[in-house]
Structures are given as C-alpha cells and as structure tokens.
RNA sequence: UGGGGCGUCGUCAAGUGGUAAGACACAGGAUUUUGGUUCCUGGAUUCGGAGGUUCGAAUCCUCCCGCCCCAGCCA
C-alpha cells in the first residue's frame, strides 16, 4: 500500500538550503549530520532533529553523518551507541558507511590544540575548577585573567604534552584558549579546551588521559567531515561565536551554523534529566516502558516509524519555544495504523450475553472483513454461538439520552453477526451488579442486514464464549496529567507531582477471537470500536501474547460522556 | 541589572511592503454493519502593545511589555 509521505512544507532552513543551492555556495553540495552524544536513549525530540538531518540531505541529494560526540568517557558507553543505531535506522533512515565519532579525531584535535598554543592562541591554565568558575566573573561583572595566561609559548607547548602524558592528576590543569575574560558572552571567557580524565573511553581505551570539551570538538568535527550546514537546538547559539573563533583561528573548512527550536511535548517529559527520573525512580519500567517518548518506549508501545517521520514533518521548524499538542502525534500515528492494521474483534471487560432463541451447542462462522480501508486485506470466519460476550461498556440498564448501545428492549446489531434484543438481566443479588445479559436474536439478520431494511443505532462487536481466546491486555495513558499551565514555565507543579498515576491499567481474562491465538510478537491490530494494539516483544511468550494498546480510535462516545459529567 | 534569541487562531506554523496558507484541536452537518474512516461547513477585520514612515505594514523605524537560553574541567 502506499505511504503517506507528506510533501514537504516551507520552513526557514529548508530555505536557506535552497538559497545556498541556487547561489552555488556550497558546490550544490548538502552535507548534514547527527550527532548524538552516546550517553542516553533516544527519544521523539531527537526524531525531530534526525527528521531534519536525514530528511533535508535527502531532499537536496546530499549526504547525512551519524556521528557520535563522545567527547566525555565518564558518562559514554557502547550500549547507547548500540540503541541509538538501532533507533535511527528504525526511523527508517540510513548512513550508509558514514558512522563517525569524535573520537575517531582525536589525534587531529591534539594537533589543532598544539597548534593553537604555538599561535599564541591557547595557554594550560594552572587554576583549580573552583578558581576558574569566580574567575569567570557573572553575568553583569566581567571575569579576571588568569595568572597563567601569559605562560610562553614554549611552557604551554610542554606542559600540554605533560598532561598528554599523564604527568598531572586530573583537575590540575586545563589547556584554555585565549580570548576574552570580558566579553560579555560568557562562552568568550577563555574557555576550556582540553581537561585531564583517567577514565577509559569506550573506543580509544586508555590512550587518552585528556579529552577536549564539546565546544572544542564539536565545531571542529564538523569542519573535518566537510559539514555545510551545522544544524542545532537554540542553546547552542551562544556558542557559536567561539565555533567561529576556533575555525577561523585554525584556518579550516567552515560549516554554516543553524540553530532551531527543541521539541516540547504536552501530558510528557523530553529532557534527560526527568527521564532519567522517571527510570530511577521507578515510575516506569525502564527506557524502553510504552509509556516513554523514547523511540524504544514508541516502538514498543506499537508506533510507526511513518507516523513518527509524518508527525516531525507536520510539526514544522522554528525558532520559537513551543509545546506540541500530543494529540497531533496520535493523530498521525491513526493515520497510519488506519490504513493498514487489521481488524480483529476483542472484549477488554467482558459481559456475558446469552441468546436464548439460539440453538444450544450450536456453532457457525461468519464472515468478516480485515480491513474496510483496504479490500486487498480480505476476509477472514470468525465463530458465533449462543452465548458470547460484549463489552460491559456497552449495555445500560438504565441508559442516558444519548446513549444507543443495548439497555433492556433494545435491539442493536453484532457485527457482521444478528440483531439482538435485549430481553432481560440476570443480576447479582447482593451487589446488583449485572452479571449476564439474556437476548434474543432475529435469524433473518444474519451477517448484520435486516432484510425488512429496519435500523439499528449501534454496531457492537463480540466474542463468542466458547472459542474466546483469553490474554492479557495493558491500556496506557499520558504520563503526566493536564497541567492548567498551558506552557511549562517556572510556576508550573513540580512535573512528579504531576506524574499520572493511572498511566498503566492492566487487564487479564480479555476475550479476543480465536485466531488471535497466533498473534506474533509485533504484529499489530485494530480490536474494532477500542483501539490499535501491539504485540509486546518482550512480556509475550508463545500462545501468551500480551497486547498493548498503541492508542486509543477516536471516541466521540467518550467525549459525550465527559462533557456531560462537567 | 550583561549578552544572545523569540512573540501570527486553543496548539503548531506559512508569510519578509500589496491587503492573514495549511495542519491538529474545537463546533455544526452528510455518509457509515467500527459513536472509527471519509466528506462538507464554521471560525484570527487581525499578526505582544503603543506610536511613526507609506497610497498601502504581520512584514520598515522608535519605544515599551512578556517569554526562553548563557556564569560545567556536561553535551
């Protein structure tokens, strides 16, 4: 079937693209990457940035890196890089043999720094971390220079090889560039370039006991990879008079830095720190929990990478601070799974009806279609006998206006099955709970169309009893609940205490149809009148599956219900 | 109170001097064996505010207001 790739729409970097492609700039040359640091998942605001990355070099023939900036060896390991490879190109896009990482420059950036130092340009600083921070000076004050910032050219050229060479414990010294302790953008400060770390990285081992800082590399990684255009989140803004700097000063190819607004979404958290949390703390399951906006926690909870791609596209790129609505990314996770999930019909919380007119051990199939959206999809039988079970959801004794499913008198349609008139209730006689429905069926009916052309208000769907295959089923909420702050300023709750409790029901002693008996791990299905559902990969055993819902359909039905009830 | 950004419908977002795209959400209606899908229809006399330039401004100028980022040897 075919995709539903969107056309792309105007945004300013794709214009500055554009512009530089017809002014020739670059050569007609595009060349992007993404480059994430390996010390964390994933998670749909890095889909933006991937979207944009591949996306854009896509468009205008060029290429897109995945360089990894593993610049800290404290807070790096492989497992990230192994899960956000596995991210990317689940996404759906591809680097080719373009899988880079800063350290793979080390010895070049070690040669830049030397060459700074004999410009004059660089000098190792003797101050201690807390030194170096009050000497900064603030916001309002300018800072002070070091007492080690006019060292020779000859002393820092030795003294750099020295902390190369692991003479210095960490946190003695740090090779500095030398520009500014006044300028009022604080990166201009003499920032750091180099600081001792004895820790293993987990590429280069233990052949460094230095490692250069992220603002060090970064601009110079992209300047080695003949990077055209360096595209950012907004923090990164201020840096990039010293990127600038750095390149010029190194006399090096010069990337064009473009910086755009992260992604925020609402009812979630995107930043490291709060997901880190809501792992630690145990409010989820791990990073890969369905309720996570990691690519691993989508995935699993049953997204599409088209819906994922389809959503960063429809989201656009800008400067300005915004909150997406996550109804969006629903949306365009429904438009995908519309078109090609099959249909199956499954009770979450099931009520027994019993249709008395209809012969006992008796049982026949019927006839019901995968998918309306797509015939290609076919038919599959699906059995009926005298008793069955619909939804509790969906019968009231003592029903509202606007209710039309089954209440006693009442005649509905069972998909693809009879009309049945409900006849009566059978109750529990302490609680008054109902426990069973009794029916009657019209046989004329059969396969849903009266022939005498009479109506009905409302479709449910069933399972036959006998054949109902039980499994078990988790519905997954937003993790966070409304917040009356629409943007998640300062005065916004604490974001735990706005931890959704009810983020994960689960339910056992589901009654689906039989052929769901053989659901695979990962398959995907519409249960009709509920939602889309995913066959989780790691709680599934086999002849066990566990179903999780994806997301809801659109329920009208539930939004009258909450209106009424103010 | 230094520097850097940003303010267009409830939420995203086009538009860059010629008289406010589109999407989601929302509200009506039609079709429907999923209260699903699909399909119509409705909505900013107005672009943070106030002045100014101009025949004409969301787009140019001035002032003001609000929000975000920066004081890691994190990225």
């Known amino acids: 079937m075919a995709s539903i790739d969107l056309k792309p729409a105007s945004n300013f970097i794709r214009n500055i693209i554009a512009e530089d492609q017809e002014t020739g700039k670059w050569d007609g040359r595009v060349q992007t990457r993404f480059p994430p640091e390996p010390n964390g998942y994933l998670h749909i605001g890095h889909a933006k940035s991937i979207c944009i990355n591949f996306g854009l070099a896509a468009e205008f023939k060029g290429r897109c ?153 970064h601009g110079q990684c992209d300047s080695i990879e003949g990077i055209t255009h360096s595209i950012c989140t907004l923090e990164f803004e201020d840096h990039r008079p010293l990127y600038d700097w750095f390149l010029d000063a190194l006399e090096i190819h010069h990337p064009r830095q473009i910086e755009f607004a992260r992604l925020n979404l609402t009812r979630t958290v995107l930043s490291k720190r709060k997901l880190i949390r809501l792992v630690e703390e145990g409010y989820v399951t791990g990073w890969d929990d369905p309720r996570m906006p990691t690519l691993s926690g989508l995935r699993r909870r049953g997204y599409t990478p088209q819906a994922i791609r389809n959503f960063c596209e429809r989201i656009g790129v800008a400067r300005r601070d915004s909150t997406v609505d996550m109804a969006l990314l629903e949306y365009c996770l429904r438009e995908d799974l519309n078109r090609t999930a099959p249909r199956v019909m499954a009770v979450l919380r099931p009520l027994k009806v019993v249709i008395e007119n209809y012969p006992e051990n008796h049982t026949e199939m019927l006839k019901a279609v995968n998918n309306p959206e797509d015939p290609g999809m076919g038919t599959r039988q699906v059995p009926f006998s005298r008793e069955i079970y619909i939804e509790r959801g969906d019968f009231m004794e003592d029903p509202p206006k606007k209710f039309f499913r089954l209440s006693p008198g009442r005649e509905v349609r069972l998909r693809y099955a009879y009309f049945i008139t409900c006849v009566g209730v059978v109750k529990d006689e302490k609680t008054g709970e109902v426990k069973e429905v009794r029916c009657t069926y019209d046989p004329a009916t059969r396969g849903g169309d009266a022939p005498d052309g009479r109506k009905v208000k409302a479709t449910l769907h069933w399972v036959s009893a006998p054949q109902a295959f039980d499994a078990k089923v988790r519905l997954y909420d937003y993790l966070l609940n409304e917040t009356s702050e629409p943007d998640a300023g300062k005065d916004t709750p604490e974001f735990k205490e706005r931890i959704n409790p009810d983020s994960l029901t689960v339910l056992s002693g589901c009654k689906l149809e039989p052929g769901l008996a053989g659901a695979l791990p990962e398959n995907r299905y519409q249960f009709e009148r509920l939602g889309y559902f995913f066959v989780d990969p790691v709680d599934s055993a086999p002849g066990a599956p566990v179903f999780n819902r994806t997301v809801t359909l659109r329920d009208t039905w539930a939004k009258i219900q909450k209106q009424s009830r103010g």
Request: glycine share 4%; net charge negative.
């Open 65 to 217: 890196n995945l360089r990894f900036d593993d610049t800290n060896p404290t807070k790096e390991e492989q497992e990230y890089v192994e899960s956000i490879k596995a991210d990317v190109r689940w996404l759906g896009f591809d680097w080719e043999d373009r899988e880079f990482y800063a350290s793979d420059y080390f010895d070049t950036l070690y040669a830049f720094a030397v060459d700074l130092i004999e410009k004059g340009k660089a000098y190792v600083d003797s101050l201690s971390a807390e030194e170096i921070r009050s000497y900064r000076g603030t916001l309002t004050e300018p800072g002070r220079e070091s007492p080690y910032r006019n060292r020779t050219v000859a002393e820092n050229r030795d003294l750099f090889e020295r902390m190369r060479n692991g003479e210095f414990p960490a946190g003695e010294c740090v090779l500095r560039a030398k520009i500014d302790m006044a300028s009022p953008n604080l990166n201009m400060r003499d920032p750091v370039m180099y600081r001792i770390l004895f820790a293993s990285h987990h590429r280069t081992g233990d052949k460094w006991c230095i490692y250069p800082t992220y603002d060090f590399a």
